[in-house]
């Protein structure tokens, strides 16, 4: 610890230079704990969702094909009947994908069953008289707190309240719902607080009216089951795709779990993509604070032979420069990895999202990764320019002028 002025002097000796190297290492750490973070948060989603013990079942084919309601009714007779044993409620989920205004949402919107909604998601909440009335009114709907807070819903600077109308212009649908806010619920902090969940019925209805739309009646994206628990959701699973096998829709039944690790799998192998991204990053800046930390040893060569001259050693003059090498690119990584968990705990960069991520941050363990690679950066940066540095000669150091 009494070298550490010195060494934060040395670091201070060309100001632009030592900026630089901090910056290029602080944004790209930055940009890195955003795609760690996308990784880490759909973990974090596939693994908390276990506990619901919850089946999602989609077409075979992908989710450009729907599911038959009639599956839905089907599902609800073997609940009725106790054929499969283990269910305990079960949903469509059909995504909407409207429009509040002429601006596409910025949200998730969903038609589903009301009566079976929060049973299904038994971690949302909501008030019994607002649950009430959504279940009694075909034409309403309920909204998450984030996205009720935001205002987007009203086009005005307030807060979504009960009571209020929404509109939905159809994008994917030749149809517009108009829906009167029933209720907003709650959940978890990991919980989608930013969707709108509304009668499916409503949609269905409107589609049957609409000359256009008739031919998608009928149909729903997926379907949500709720389960008493592992064994059931395996016996149900198999019984929904066995009855389907041959069908003209034959259907794909999965955990939720195995389903969110699915959607992220649908856009590429960004682990894969992250790694080799991450590893030629760690060589840039590697290259980059190796430069500037060869640049600051061959401008003060002259007081390095000083040093030793008075009895600096060879380790004692290899440790300072390996200490100011880390303690810049680690003065990076504070700034780029802690600065990004700072930053998305402050930010709710989910409006932003188009509904695809219902929230964001960036995880302790990978902040803290960051800056464990930034410290790695600065002590492999260094080691070329403290090895010169320890074998220099005090004769021929003394003896160059720079």
């Known amino acids: 610890m009494k070298f550490l002025g010195y060494i934060t002097r040395n670091t201070r000796r060309n100001p632009v230079r030592t900026l630089l190297t901090v910056a290029s290492v602080g944004i790209s750490l930055f940009l890195m704990m955003i795609l760690i973070s996308f990784i880490a948060l759909y973990r974090e989603v596939a693994a908390d969702s276990r506990q619901y013990n ?13 599911v038959p309601i009639s599956l839905v009714n089907q599902i609800r007779a073997w609940q009725e009947g106790d054929e499969v044993p283990g269910i305990v409620a079960i949903s469509p989920l059909s995504w909407f994908g409207g429009r509040v205004g002429e601006e596409r949402a910025t949200f ?25 009335a959504f279940r009694n009114d075909r034409t309403s709907c309920v909204v998450g707190r984030k996205l009720a807070e935001e205002g987007v819903l009203v086009g005005e600077d307030r807060d979504l309240a009960v009571g209020d109308v929404i509109r939905l212009k159809g994008d994917i649908y030749p149809i517009d719902l108009d829906m009167k806010v029933a209720g907003i619920y709650d959940g978890p902090d990991n919980a989608d607080l930013r969707s709108v969940f509304f009668h499916f019925d409503l949609m269905e209805e409107a589609l049957k009216r609409n000359p256009m739309g008739s031919n998608m009646a009928g149909n729903a994206g997926s379907i949500v089951i709720k389960c008493t628990g592992p064994v059931a959701m395996t016996a149900v699973a198999e019984k929904i795709d066995a009855e ?19 959607f992220a799998e649908m856009l590429g192998d960004m682990r ?48 300072l420069v390996l200490a100011e090498a880390t303690l810049i690119a680690g003065l990076g990584g504070m700034a780029g990895a802690l600065g990004a968990k ?33 410290l790695v950066i600065g002590l492999i940066s260094g080691v070329v320019p403290a090895a010169q540095a320890a074998r220099l000669s005090v004769v021929n150091g003394l003896r160059k002028v720079v």
Not at 349 to 356: A, C, M, Q
């Open 54 to 66: 919850r089946l999602m079942t989609m077409s075979a084919q992908g989710f450009a094909q729907p």
């Open 342 to 374: 700072a930053l998305f705990d402050v930010i709710d960069v989910s409006p932003y999202t188009g509904g695809f991520l219902p929230f964001f941050s960036v995880p302790w363990d990978v902040a803290l990764l960051g800056l464990g690679v930034s």
């Open 272 to 319: 894969d993509y992250i790694f080799y991204v991450g590893m030629a990053v760690v060589f840039s800046l590697v290259c980059v604070s190796g430069v500037a930390m060869a640049m600051a040893m061959r401008e003060r060569t002259t007081e390095v032979a000083v040093l030793k001259a008075i009895g600096f050693g060879k380790g004692l003059v290899l440790f």
């Open 108 to 132: 998730a919107q969903f038609g589903v069953d009301a009566d079976a909604l929060f049973a299904v998601y038994g971690e949302l909440t909501i008030p019994p008289e607002q649950l009430s």
């Open 244 to 262: 389907t096998r041959n069908s003209d829709v034959p259907t794909r039944t999965q955990s939720e779990e195995a389903f969110v690790q699915m």
